[in-house]
Structure formats: C-alpha cells, structure tokens
C-alpha cells in the first residue's frame, strides 16, 4: 500500500503485512477497505469530496469510489447527520464526517434524541448503524470555539457507542468496528493527532473489539489513565518520570469510553495504587470525572492517594499562544500532577 | 369487514375504495376518543397528543402511498399509524405501555412504528423527523428504488432549523420526499399567524425552487390526488416537494391541553359543522352508498375499537428485568462486560443484568 501522496488511491493489501503510516492514512485505509467489501457503506460530510477532506483524511476516496458513495454536503450538520440518522434505519452504513466535534453542537439533538433513542425507543424494531466520525482536540490557536473537547457529553449516553483510537492501529482497527457495528457510533479523532505515525496491520480482516482498553505501557508505580491525543502526551510523560525520577508508570489508554473497560483499568489501580487521569477535555463532568469515580469504587482499599485529574483549564480556550499553552493538558501539568499521585510533589 | 349493501342503487366500483377511506376515518374518530377516555382514567399516561378532526388529511395523504413507499411523522400519530393499516390492538397496547404494542412499550403514543408496513415513526421532537426522512429518501436513491418517502410535520415545525436544512438537502440532490405540512393553525398554543412570517407555508418551498402546494385538507379526495401526483412526481422525477394541508383539531395540543386559552368556543364550534368525517359520509351517500352499510361499518369499527383497549387491558407490561432491551444491537453484551467494576448503585443489576433482549 502507498503511504505516499495523499491523493493516489491504492489497491488493498491481500493478506497480513505491517506497515508505518500515519493516523490520518490508517483511518483512510480503514474506510477504503470498508467501502470495498460493503457498498452500503459510504461517506458524507463537508469537503470529503473535492476538498479531500478539511483534514485530508478522505483523500482520494472520490477518486476511487465516486460521488455517490463519497457525499460532499452542504454546511447542515443537523440535516445531513439527520440524514445519516433516516439511511441507517433503512440499512445503509454511512459514515458521517463531521468537521471537527466543536461542529457536532449544532446537530447535538440528532446525536442523542434521534439516533441515540432509535434501539430502545422503538422496541429494538430497528437499528441506526451509524458512523460519525470528528476530531476533539486543541493548539494552533483556533481559538474557544474550534478547540473544545467535549467527549464525555457523548460518553455519558445510553444508546451510543463512543470510541477514541489513539494509534494509527487503533484507529484502523476501532473505525473499522464502528463501521461493521449495527448501532451508532461515535469515533472521535483528534486534530494533533491525524499526523502521528504508527505500525498497522494492514489486514483488511483485523478489527479492535469496542470495550476494550490496552495497556500502552506497562508499570508498577502509578496508572495513568487517558484517551486520545491525552494518551500520547502521557506516554511522554511516562518516559519522562521514569529518566528524571526514576518512575515506573503504566499507561493505560481507554480507546474505547462507551462501553469503558474499566476492569482492565481497576486491575492497573490494584497493582500501581495510584491513578492519574488525563484527558484533553474539560475535568468537570468528563471522562476523567467519571473514572475517578469508577476507580474510587473499585479499587477503594488499594489507592494510597487522591485520584488526580489534569485536563483542559477551564476557560473559553484563548488565542494568544502563551495562554494557550498553559491551558492546555500540557506535559508539565501532567508531570506535576503525576509526582503529587505518587507524593513525590516538592 | 361489511360488505355494501348493494341491493339499492347501483355503486360506482370506485367509491369501494371511498368506503374503506370513510372506515379508516371513521376508526381514527373513535380511537382517538377512547383514547381521551383511557387517559383521564389514567390508563395511558404522558403525552396523547389526538386528532380528532384532522381525519380526511391523514387518511388522504396516507391512502396516496404505494405499498413500498415509506412513511415518517411527528408525535400526533395515532392517525397515521391507523391509516398505514397497524392493527388498533398494537396502537391502543402501545398507548398502555404493554409487550404487544407496536414498540413493545418502549415508545409510547410519540413514537408508534411499524417497520413490516414502511412507518418509520412516531418522533417526539418537532421537526426531528425531517432531517430522517430526507436521509431515508437519500437511501432510496442509492439503491435506485423507485419509491417515495412522505414526512409529515405540524405547521408548528416550518419554523424549526431541521425544516430549512432538511428542504435544502432534498432539493439539492433531488431526492424522493414530499413534505406533508399537516396545518391546523396552531403550535401548541400558537397561532400559525403569531408564529410565521409567512403563513403561506407552502410558499416557503420556493426558497429551494421546490414545488409547494396547498389544499383542503378536509376534502379527502382532494389530498388523496394531490398527495398521489406529488409523490408519483418524487418517485419517478425524483422531485422533492412540500404539501400544506389545511385543517383543524378539535382537542387540544394534548389530551391535558383544553385548548381554550388560545381559541374560542366559538370557533371550535365553526369548525365542527364542517366536520370531514360528516362531509365524507354525505358526499358516500350522495353517491349511492346506502346508509344501511355505513351504519354497519361504524358499528364494526366501535366494536373493534372497544376489543383494542380490551386487548391493551390484558396484555402484560414489559418485563422489569429487560429494561436495556433493544438499547444496543444483540451481542452487545460481550462489549459492556468490562464495565461493571464501580458502576453506579445498580446500575449494574437494573441495566445489564436483564441483557439487551426482550
């Protein structure tokens, strides 16, 4: 498979292979093999087309596929995901991209009150499988309303599976079973992201199971728990803890937070008694809200310390760079907070 | 179901199908009533938003549809959900809250379907259903199937953004729907003249050079045609269009609204003589149909109305220990099992436990 030129489609990988491209290709990779073996599946959303995508994510999908299968849409997040919602409940599996989940707002009611509801309110008569794709995420100033992350609104909804791959082998593999899975699916990417490499499998039969975390980096003195771009910021830090302090910390990336496999990260508590969670969004009322919960419930006897949280500061996120950084879940607040969990704090 | 009497005046073999609209009319009428009935003895509960009045719109525009042709609708579905031929049992089981109603009762009065029958729905948010019909006509285009999806909505709904997104959309890229602007003159409580700019609703489609038009929507046949060549006209020409029928409800909102504070007696009154369901059987007798058999159907149609809350009484509430069912695809299960650790005071015993079949 090509990993160069964005925009030259490529034949699919008979068989099993690895191969090192970038989030943003494992994704396109991942769509090309679901539109090949499914013609229900198909794509829609603003400039996935011609554009080649605001990201370049679906680049050369239009080439490939053609303009039935790879839909440019009007800007109507509500009508067009809608839109989604009416086809899935007739059998079609679109995906449907949505410029980034600051955009996802403007469509909120039908994410949760329609193709969130379908499955029980309907007496399980009919399934919604729905893809929609989005990237979380901040830097690069855009600014308090392109930058927001707010994953765990989404999380915290019965009726919708959320995932959040954190590697190119993850995001191949969790995309594609959102595609295959009957009910709607929420895969958020992230904007850093799309560009970090990674080895993949580029077999076209090889799908992550949801509901499944993975232990990213094995340790034994504190747990770091994260999701997305969180996860790569913690793997820094972990490498960081372990040259200039002489720590050893398991990461454990949730990839997956509707349903959270919260067992796999329960037995890490257990073993390093001590837990951080990181997260782009923002604490109050996340992800990492409700995993603190989780982990205070279940590993209650086995924590030595407070459950500590980092996540986006909680402003309206602003432009100027040096204020930026410093609201960001940066590396050294991460830090920081890691050598408080292990009452190391100076 | 009775046959005409036809030892009197000869029947024109058309107004067979005239007598089985007046039945479906006629069933809605007294559904609907003993419905209110149910509900004020608190056998139904939450929203029953009836309607009574509205009969010739719903059984016009439904009776228009060809077999393969979908349907979609806001929350006062009762009607439709009748007209599309779901048996009044699985209706009146559903507006109890029991297993054999047509959403197991999962639903409610809001959120009717029946998949076998192309009825999608049953929507409780105004307007939310347009965005999905649209989708629905979208499907239809790219598996090349020469059918049609027809949406109804409340003149309340034209004001909602999903309306705007939802006609753009099928303008733009052409696609089967016909949106069927049940106009009763009031939101809620809300005039269509307090709450529109342009209270031509019809006229709104030109905004997306989308044919609009406008009829009476008491006059039975006149929906059934024009609903019938707008359609034809989506399926084959794969022209969307909006269809603003014109009509009146003679109960409020919902069964809890009066529906005094906002109109008069009066005029409640006014629109009652004119009343469809009395039009519909004059002109059926104008034409030859004795009134003997009409009387019969209506008797029919009673009796089957009194057998459907007989059916809902004895039918069994869903079961309490299935209370996720239909939630996430069968075989969910597999997925969730890792998330029961610290899980919320039974969460982990009232939602998973029952798993996610009936």
Known sequence: MSTAGVATPAPVAAGTGVETMTYREALRLAMRQEMERDERVFVMGEEVGLFDGSYKVTAGLLDEFGPDRV?????????????????????????????????????MDQVVNHAAKIGAMFGGEVRCPLVIRTPNGAGNQLTAQHSQSFDGWFAGTPGLKVVAPATP????????????DDDPVLVIENLPIYKEKGEVEVDPDLVTPIGRAAIAREGSDLTIVSHSFATVRALHVAEKLAAEHGVSAE???????????????????????????????WPSYGVSAELAARIQHACFDDLDAPVERVGMAEVPLPYAKELELAAMPNEDRIERA????????? | MAAIDSTAAPVDPAVGNFYERYRTMFLIRRFEEAAERQYKAARIGGYCHLSSGQEAATVGAVAALEPDDLLVTGYRCHGFALARGVPADAVMAELFGRANGCA?????????????RGYYGGWGIVGGQMPIATGMALSLVRRGAEQAVLCELGDGAVNMGAWHESLNLAAVWRLPVVFLVINNLYGMGTSVAR???????????????????????????GVEAATGRLLAQARKERRPAVLEAVTYRYRGHSVADAGLAYRSKEEIEEHRREDPLVRTRELLEARGVPAAGLDAIEAEVEAEVEASVAFAEQDAPPSVEHLAA?????????????MRPGSPFGEAELVFAGGLGE
């Open chain 2, 104 to 116: 197991h009762g999962r639903g409610g009065s809001m959120h009717l379907l029946d998949v076998s």
């Open chain 1, 251 to 281: 990461v454990v990336d949730l990839r997956s937070l509707r349903p959270l496999d919260v067992e796999t990260v329960a037995n890490s508590v257990a073993k390093t008694n001590r837990a951080l969670c990181v997260e782009e969004g």
């Open chain 1, 169 to 180: 082998a993850d995001a191949k593999g969790l995309l594609k079973a959102a595609i295959r």
């Open chain 1, 338 to 346: 890691a050598l408080r969990v292990l009452d190391l704090a100076v």
């Open chain 2, 326 to 338: 239909g939630m996430y695809r069968p075989g969910s299960e597999e997925q969730f099992e890792r």
């Open chain 2, 195 to 221: 709450a529109s700019a342009e209270t031509d609703l019809f006229k709104r489609a030109g905004s997306y050079r989308m044919d609009g038009e406008r009829v009476d929507g008491d006059d039975l046949e």
């Open chain 1, 71 to 107: 839909r440019d849409t009007p800007i109507s997040e509500e009508g067009f995901l809608g839109a989604g919602v009416g086809a899935a409940m007739l059998g079609e599996r679109p995906i449907v991209e949505v410029m980034t989940l600051n955009f996802l707002l403007v469509a």
